[in-house]
């Protein structure tokens, strides 16, 4: 695994928020709503109410910049309707940032990182 000295590799970051039935996904309805109503600075990515890429269970994403960290983090922390939330940097390596950089708010769930791995070819492999 490749080490970063500092977080100068540090694009931005990615909040996964998992869901599996109708009402988890009601839970997460009100955890977007309500991240749109915070006034931070994010950018919502579409309903997945089936497994798709590495992620296990129906999810949507949350990016945000590194300079909103420190808010979004903690109201995800606290407001998280007691589902499961994936939250990674991304860097130039997305295998490391879904698992070895990763940082869940609840319950870990398990990320398939080799279903990146094959999307990525041969230059994911050290």
Known sequence: MKRHSDTDCITGFHAHVYYGDAESRARAERLRT??????LKTLLGAWHDEPVGPHPAGSFQIAFDTQDFGLLVPW????????????????????????????WLGPQLPVDVEVIRRFLGPKSIP
């Open 34 to 39: 309500g991240v749109q109503a915070s006034g």
């Open 76 to 103: 995800l922390a606290l407001n998280r309707e007691g589902l499961s939330i994936l939250v990674h940097p991304n860097t130039d390596d997305p295998v490391a940032d879904h698992s070895d950089h990763a940082i």
